[in-house]
């Protein structure tokens, strides 16, 4: 993969680390933090979220696994849109394009998702839901099946079981949000020069380019074409980018698999 690393010499003191209180769960941590198009950064203890974070690990300076294994973007305090890897009913994915609303009370065990995550990269951030919304009808401009494929072969170690990441497929959860973020023209993954986004990149964008997003803040990039109402919003109400700040939570920085049922 062809990384670039950021020049910034200390990381965004934007992005809070929050210590967990005793005994809160992650669905009114992240309902108190996030509002629509949010970024929504998960990391699972079960073998799947384990598998896709180790599969990160070379995007990292020193190797190691990530804390995150799913992205997404909040659509209300009390939810967001994903692209999971093991789909709840196969039967929706054609209709979806693979993304599904999740509760946060679904995610809402520290066990199972011991690392939890919200970052603002927008302002309004609201027209990022919007765009997700549209791509669920658009798989001509973002096919997220055909990634969801050998991912599954490489979690369950079938088929080529190859890291699909090292051979240019993205994580279907991340691509999703770079592609409706890139909808409205501001880059999510300045430091790949390639299309395979996950969510550890991501996480890297927020955390080491704080500058590159300070430069561009005011400038509005440009926007896909499916992005079709982009046109008919006032200056003011198109998303902007804005140096990235949030808040992470990690429970468990060191992947296992401690969900075993």
């Given at each position: 993969?062809?990384?670039?690393?950021?020049?910034?010499?200390?990381?965004?003191?934007?992005?809070?680390?929050?210590?967990?209180?005793?005994?809160?769960?992650?669905?009114?941590?992240?309902?108190?933090?996030?509002?629509?198009?949010?970024?929504?950064?998960?990391?699972?203890?079960?073998?799947?979220?384990?598998?896709?974070?180790?599969?990160?690990?070379?995007?990292?300076?020193?190797?190691?696994?990530?804390?995150?294994?799913?992205?997404?973007?909040?659509?209300?305090?009390?939810?967001?849109?994903?692209?999971?890897?093991?789909?709840?009913?196969?039967?929706?994915?054609?209709?979806?394009n693979g993304v599904e609303s999740v509760r946060f009370s679904e995610i809402d065990s520290v066990a199972r998702y011991p690392n939890v995550a919200v970052i603002n990269f927008a302002e309004p951030s609201a027209p990022i839901v919007e765009n997700v919304r549209r791509l669920m009808k658009q798989r001509s401009a973002l096919d997220l099946p055909s990634l969801m494929l050998p991912w599954l072969g490489f979690v369950w170690s079938a088929g080529t079981r190859r890291n699909p990441l090292i051979e240019g497929g993205a994580i279907p959860s991340a691509a999703l949000v770079q592609t409706a973020f890139g909808m409205s023209g501001i880059e999510m993954t300045p430091g790949l020069s390639s299309g395979a986004t996950c969510p550890e990149a991501i996480w890297q964008s927020a955390l080491w380019w704080h500058d590159y997003y300070q430069k561009t803040a005011?400038?509005?990039?440009?926007?896909?074409?499916?992005?079709?109402?982009?046109?008919?919003?006032?200056?003011s109400e198109r998303p902007k980018a804005i140096v990235p700040r949030g808040e992470s939570c990690v429970r468990q920085t060191a992947a296992a698999v401690s969900d075993e049922r």
């Open positions: 993969m062809d990384i670039r690393r950021s020049p910034a010499s200390s990381a965004n003191q934007a992005i809070k680390k929050t210590t967990p209180k005793r005994a809160q769960g992650n669905a009114k941590w992240l309902a108190s933090r996030v509002r629509p198009g949010a970024v929504v950064l998960l990391g699972g203890a079960s073998l799947e979220h384990f598998r896709l974070r180790v599969a990160q690990s070379h995007l990292r300076q020193d190797l190691l696994p990530s804390f995150w294994s799913i992205a997404g973007i909040a659509a209300s305090s009390t939810s967001f849109m994903t692209v999971p890897i093991t789909v709840r009913d196969a039967s929706l994915v054609p209709a979806t005011d400038v509005s990039g440009a926007r896909v074409a499916t992005d079709q109402t982009a046109t008919k919003r006032a200056p």
